[in-house]
Structures are given as structure tokens and as C-alpha cells.
């Protein structure tokens, strides 16, 4: 159903332009001459063949090779090459199946992971049986050019290495579905930008993680993995937990090379660096950590054999945000650690409570619990978080926070700072008197001001609760424990700030709506219904927003 609230047509030049910055972080950093290339028809396992131009180096090889495969087109070869071709390395850029001059189909990465198809694999066959490549050949790019990395990473062990920007590791937890709920802005506005409805089709098809998914799960093949790699997110990026999962697969489950040497830089990006990422104004250091010349020295390394100390250096490179008003406040730095989580913390539970408060300590069980009406032809209005297309980033939600159909908490204002680096989750025990229905939340840090500034966001679809394989619905009057999980963060709250927590049942368009009917999706046509939902708080009930404290 296309909803008249929401046209992704309109959000298509500001996704595009989203993407293309991902896409363009590793280009040279001088403008150089186009060097010359010449386009080869490379053939894949099933015939179809795919537009690819190569750049040699001077003296022709035999060299090692950097391969870009691109949904967008390959017109990046001439800015891409050269930071590559003076270190005697060759540049390869490719038009992904069914796009630009490449033949086939596009059918929305089906062909670049191990399955039938297996584009990237044999992609990178082909370079290694050139005369002028030795057999080491690393991939690289951003965004939709960084999935195609990740998912054939598990299909052929001849990725010599790989840098990896803003991509997730699974296409269904990551990408299309979140908490078993279609990501609705992303997805329609993206696809429709690419002209690919059947993938939308095809997508929507399969709202519960089956075997169709699990083709698309590298995080779950990441010990087929060979390749070493770095891997760049950022913690407002729509992507940005699968970034912290491709990580920690590969770094600990990965086939040798790729197992324990995997590096990862977080920093406090959307799909991008930007350093006004909503209603806030980021320190100057936001970007001080150049992704762009650590791939390159990463690549020397693996490629060239250059000793330059960077296996040397912490596997770990993260911003820890602060308080973005008071330049003297803790955190708004860079820190580096061996792994991720960086070290251990102490998963402590903020109590939801009747009157709206936030506490350490549980309180007396409230009578009947917290009741709010859901109703999807009228949902809370998506203002910032780890969205694509529709006004992504770090807003403050006083406009939407008020209304009835959202349940605000808060903690006192804090007597000394508090640093939390790791996952969030939010635990609630709920009801509903509807087939199904969704549960929301948002951690907020609230300026003392009275900005209620969003960090993460998450939803959760009740029938899923106990996993996406197989809906279990909740009966009407029955009481179910549910966990929404809000990806990870660190941040440090400021003394004077309080830990705010808004629920809801719908976040829209970042995520479709549920016409709490038990379907996936709100049918044309059909009526939606008004779903009374409750949290419950108390011994019996400890509703909690779950931090990872620091020590």
C-alpha cells in the first residue's frame, strides 16, 4: 500500500545524494587526469556478463587489483583510480548485474552473495586468471557498494582484503525489517529510486526471517569469511548496528586471515559525516579520524606487503558523544580499543514508573498499567533517528511528544555524568486488545533546557517477540514480556541532563504501520483497528530501559 502521507518519490534526490557521499568517501584526494581504461564484458557462472573497466598501473603487472562493484553506475573510475594506479596498483569498477551497460537482471543483490549467482566471486575469478594481476585483489565502497562486498565475502576465499562503509551484515535484521517491522521509508523510497518495484514485491513477500533471508545473512556465514577488512558506520547511520555485527562476526568467527583481523570506526555520522546532523552542532573533531587514508594504508599492507605499523594499532576506532552544548563537558572525543564492546559494563536497569519517572529502584506494582490508544491511520510522526531518506539524524521530539499515544519518562536531572558504550535495550511488559500490534521506543537525552534530543530508536512487532521465524500471538487480556532493541551507542550524559524514554506503538514512515489486525502489512481497502495498548510497570512488571553503564 502506498500511503498518501508518505511519497518516496520525494525523498529521492536527498537519498541519492545521501548515497552518493557514501559511495565517494575513498576517491582521490587531488582531481588527476582520467587515465585511460579499457571495458571488458566479464562473464558470470550463468552466461550473463557484466560491464567492467579496468586501470592499469604503468608497466601493465603483473600488480595487485582494487575491484568497486556499483549499483549506481561506474563513472567513479576516473576520481576512484588514480589514488590506487600510483602505487602500482590496479583499479577495477563494474556495473552490478542488470545496471548501467552490464547485462541481466536486477533483482536487488539476489546475485552478489552464494547462491545461484554468485557475481562477486566470480567477478574476482576472473581478475585473478589476468595476466596482469598476481592474485590479490581488494574490494572497496559504501552503502549498496558495500553490501555486494559483504555478501561475497562468504562465497570465494581469493578477497585479498576490503573496506567496507556504512553496509550491514544482514539484509533482513539490518535492512529491510527491524524488530520483524518493514522499514518502510528506507526500502519503498530507496527501491523506487532504483526503479526495482519486484524487489519490493519480493521483499514484502517474506516479513518473517525464512530461508530467503538466511541467503542474505553474512553475519551468519562469516566462518566462510577470508578476507581481513575495515569496516566504517556511524552510530546515527541506518545501518549502523550491522556495521558493529559484520565487526564482531568476522573478527571472532572468520576463517583465517580474516579472523582477528577485522578494524572498525565508528564515529558519529549519519550515512555519512555531517556535522550538523539535526538539531544539534557536533564538536570539530567529528571527522578526525580520515577512513579515507586509513583504507589506504590498510590495503598497502594486505596488497603490497607495506609494513606501516597499521596491524599494529587498536582494532577499535569510536566517538564517544557528550554534551553538545557545553564545550568543556566529558566525551566528544575519539578513543580506540582492542575489540568492541571496547570493555566490559554493567547492564543497568532504569525502572519505567507510573507518575513517569525513570528510577534505579523498582517501585510498588501500578493498578491496571499505562494505556495509550494505537490507532495506524493516525501514527506518531518519524522525527530524525537512523533513517535514509526522511529527515535522518539527532532532533529534538518535542514536536510529536506530546501527544496521547506516546508514554514519556524521565530521570531527575543527573548529579555527576553518566557514560553508557554498548547496546540498549528497552524491557516491557505489555498488553493489547488488538490481533497484534507494535511496540516502540526512543532514548532521548534531555538538555537542561528541555530539548528532548533523540540518540536511538527501535520498534519491536509483538507476534515476534520471541524471534522472527514464526509469529506467536499474544491472546487479548494476557500480559507478554517484549525487548526492543535500540542498537548501541557511547555516549556520556552531562551532569544536569536527564535519561528520557518515550514509548510508543509506531514511528512513521521510518516504519510501516501495523493495522493490528495480525497482518503484516495494511491492506487497501481494508479497515485498520484501534488497538488499546498497556505497559505495565512494578515488581511483578519491571518495565526497564536497559543501559550499558560504564564502570
Same mark, same amino acid.
Given at each position: ?12 534526490? &536527498? ?17 588527476? &587526469? ?18 567492467? @573497466? ?9 600488480? &595487485? ?9 561506474? !563513472? ?39 547462491? @545461484? ?5 566470480? !567477478? ?91 541467503? +542474505? ?21 541506518? +545501518? ?43 564538536? @570539530? ?139 540498549? !535495550? ?5 498488553? !493489547? ?74 514511528? +512513521?514512515?521510518?516504519? @510501516? ?39
Amino acid at each position: 500500500m502506498t500511503d498518501s502521507r508518505y511519497r518516496p518519490e520525494l525523498c529521492r534526490l &536527498p537519498g541519492l545524494l545521501l548515497l552518493a557521499l557514501s559511495a565517494a568517501v575513498l576517491a582521490a584526494e587531488e582531481p588527476a &587526469p582520467a587515465p585511460p581504461s579499457t571495458v571488458v564484458l566479464v562473464p558470470m557462472r550463468d552466461g550473463v556478463r557484466l560491464a567492467t @573497466e579496468i586501470y592499469l598501473p604503468d608497466g601493465g603487472g603483473p600488480c &595487485p587489483v582494487v575491484l568497486a562493484r556499483s549499483v549506481y553506475g561506474r !563513472t567513479f573510475g576516473p576520481q576512484w583510480g588514480p589514488a590506487w594506479l600510483e602505487k602500482g596498483i590496479a583499479f577495477a569498477a563494474q556495473d552490478c548485474r542488470g545496471r548501467g551497460d552490464s547485462e541481466g537482471t536486477d533483482l536487488g543483490f539476489l546475485a552478489d552473495g552464494w547462491g @545461484e549467482a554468485r557475481d562477486g566471486a566470480d !567477478t574476482v575469478a576472473w581478475l585473478r586468471a589476468q595476466p596482469w594481476c598476481n592474485g590479490k585483489i581488494a574490494t572497496l565502497g559504501g552503502s549498496a557498494l558495500g553490501i555486494v562486498q559483504i555478501l561475497a565475502a562468504p562465497s570465494t576465499p581469493w578477497i585479498t582484503c576490503q573496506s567496507i562503509v556504512v553496509a550491514p551484515a544482514s539484509l533482513y535484521g539490518n535492512v529491510t525489517y527491524q524488530g520483524g517491522v518493514f522499514r518502510k521509508e528506507m526500502m519503498e523510497g530507496w527501491l523506487a529510486a532504483q526503479k526495482l518495484p519486484h524487489v519490493l514485491e519480493l521483499w514484502k513477500a517474506h516479513p518473517g526471517y525464512d530461508a530467503f533471508w538466511r541467503g +542474505f545473512d553474512a553475519e551468519r556465514a562469516a566462518d566462510r569469511v577470508t578476507a581481513p577488512a575495515v569496516h566504517v558506520g556511524g552510530w546515527w547511520d541506518c +545501518f549502523g548496528q550491522g556495521t558493529l555485527e559484520a565487526f564482531m562476526s568476522r573478527q571472532h568467527e572468520g576463517a583465517p586471515p580474516a579472523r582477528g583481523n577485522q578494524k572498525l570506526i565508528m564515529g558519529p555520522w549519519l550515512h555519512g559525516p555531517k556535522r550538523e546532523p539535526g538539531d544539534v552542532t557536533l564538536a @570539530e573533531n567529528f571527522d578526525a579520524v580520515d577512513f579515507n587514508k586509513y583504507t589506504q594504508r590498510f590495503f598497502r599492507y594486505w596488497l603490497l606487503g607495506e609494513q606501516n605499523g597499521i596491524m599494529d594499532e587498536p582494532a577499535v576506532q569510536y566517538y564517544t558523544v557528550g554534551d553538545l552544548s557545553d564545550p568543556n563537558a566529558p566525551g566528544n572525543e575519539w578513543r580506540t580499543a582492542s575489540d568492541w564492546p571496547p570493555f566490559a559494563t554493567e547492564s543497568t536497569p532504569f525502572y519505567l514508573n507510573p507518575d513517569g519517572s525513570l528510577h534505579a529502584e523498582q517501585v510498588a506494582d501500578s493498578s491496571g498499567g499505562l494505556t495509550f490508544m494505537y490507532d495506524p491511520a493516525n501514527p506518531v510522526p518519524s522525527l530524525g533517528g537512523a533513517t535514509l531518506l526522511h529527515k535522518p539524524g539527532v532532533y529534538d521530539q518535542r514536536p510529536v511528544s506530546g501527544r496521547p499515544d506516546v508514554l514519556k519518562f524521565a530521570t531527575a536531572p543527573l548529579s555527576a555524568p553518566l557514560e553508557i558504550t554498548g547496546r540498549v !535495550t528497552v524491557r516491557l511488559y505489555v498488553s !493489547t486488545d488488538a490481533r497484534d500490534t507494535d511496540f516502540t521506543a526512543k532514548l532521548l537525552d534531555i538538555y537542561p533546557d528541555g530539548r528532548e534530543i533523540l540518540m536511538l530508536d527501535g520498534i519491536q512487532r509483538l507476534k515476534f517477540r520471541h524471534g522472527c521465524e514464526m509469529p506467536d500471538y499474544l491472546l487479548p487480556g494476557e500480559i507478554a514480556e517484549v525487548e526492543i532493541d535500540l542498537w548501541s551507542i557511547s555516549l556520556i550524559f552531562n551532569a544536569g541532563h536527564r535519561i528520557g524514554l518515550h514509548v510508543s506503538s509506531s514511528n +512513521f514512515p521510518r516504519f @510501516e504501520v501495523n493495522p493490528n489486525t495480525g497482518k503484516d502489512f495494511p491492506v487497501e481497502g481494508e479497515p485498520l483497528a484501534v488497538a488499546a495498548n498497556t505497559v505495565y510497570t512494578g515488581v511483578r512488571h519491571p518495565s526497564a530501559l536497559i543501559l550499558p553503564v560504564a564502570p
